[in-house]
């Protein structure tokens, strides 16, 4: 295999190591448990929730029950009667503004550090294997300087 491609080869693997571990920073924990509505209520009713989150323009709502234990359940907004529910029951909930970034701006958040990282790391070992060979700027190779006889000059 071509020694370009072998290096290829392995900056694609420690690239996509790092999106790995980054992305998984990112999510932080484990995936809350999805249950129905009515399940969602019958905690709230039974007192079992200490706190809850309203997203996505009150459709999400992330619950986080008394014994550590985390919900996720989906709502069609209604009269508004959720928030006068929980109130009653003296659960603290508060509510996240809709994440108004779209796609491009997400993937530009989440790559562009990595892409330059990478990027800067690339253009340097170009440097570093051109000044071995003499071909880059800056290089300090084998000189190629040749000697010109009387008749050339």
């Known amino acids: 295999m071509n020694e370009m491609v072998k290096h290829f080869i392995l900056w694609v693997v420690i690239a996509v190591v790092l999106i790995a571990v980054v992305n998984s920073f990112k999510l932080g924990g484990s995936e809350p448990n999805t249950?129905?509505?009515?399940?969602?209520?019958?905690q709230v009713n039974n007192g079992n929730v200490s706190e809850v989150v309203l997203r996505n323009d009150l459709?999400?709502?992330n619950a986080k029950l008394k014994d550590g234990q985390k919900l996720n359940t989906t709502i069609v907004p209604t009269d508004g009667s959720l928030d006068k529910i929980l109130d009653?029951?003296?659960?603290?909930?508060?509510?996240?503004?809709?994440d108004n970034s779209g796609l491009i701006t997400r993937l530009l958040i989440d790559w562009v550090p990595i892409l330059?990282?990478?990027?800067?790391?690339?253009y340097f070992m170009?440097?570093?294997?051109?000044?071995a060979g003499g071909r880059g700027a800056m290089s300090?190779?084998?000189?190629?300087?040749?000697l010109q006889g009387e008749d050339q000059v």
């Open 116 to 122: 330059l990282f990478f990027a800067v790391i690339v």
């Open 126 to 131: 170009r440097q570093m294997q051109a000044g």
């Open 59 to 61: 459709q999400t709502v």
């Open 88 to 98: 009653k029951q003296g659960v603290k909930f508060t509510v996240e503004p809709k």
């Open 140 to 146: 300090f190779g084998r000189s190629r300087a040749r």
């Open 35 to 42: 249950v129905p509505y009515s399940d969602f209520m019958t």
